[in-house]
């Protein structure tokens, strides 16, 4: 059973820092691009970011550039999502997902074939 398994969401004030964790089982990442997403209540989920399958190319939302870093460890089957200076829009839901091929080509999340459960990122005073 192919799975994503988000990890380290939580509680964090604006400013702070928070590394997510996305862990596959079930398969290798070596041929999956991955994304990011994030959903905020009432809002429609977002692409955040994306790393192609082997770490060479990735891309970022306009309203997380020069705060998140995505990066991935092949080797250890996890994709990372650093976010630095957090803040109260930020707030939401992370899912990673994987696509399958080298490249992301965009957000389409149809585009996507496995996703994560999700995990809570709130930022607040």
């Known amino acids: 059973q192919l799975q994503l398994v988000e990890s380290w969401g939580g509680l964090v004030q604006p400013g702070g820092s928070l590394r997510l964790s996305c862990t596959a089982s079930?398969?290798?990442?070596?041929?999956?691009?991955i994304g990011w997403f994030r959903q905020a209540p009432g809002k429609e989920r977002e692409g955040v970011s994306c790393?192609?399958?082997?770490?060479?190319?990735?891309d970022y939302a306009d309203s997380v550039k020069d705060r998140f870093t995505i990066s991935r460890d092949n080797a250890q089957n996890t994709i990372y999502l650093q976010m630095n200076s957090l803040k109260a829009e930020d707030t939401a839901v992370y899912y990673c997902?994987?696509?399958?091929?080298?490249?992301?080509?965009?957000?389409?999340?149809?585009?996507?074939?496995?996703w994560g459960q999700g995990t809570q990122v709130t930022v607040s005073s």
């Open positions: 997902a994987a696509r399958e091929g080298r490249y992301c080509s965009g957000y389409l999340s149809a585009a996507f074939g496995v």
């Open positions: 079930g398969f290798t990442l070596d041929y999956y691009a």
């Open positions: 790393i192609s399958s082997r770490g060479g190319l990735t």
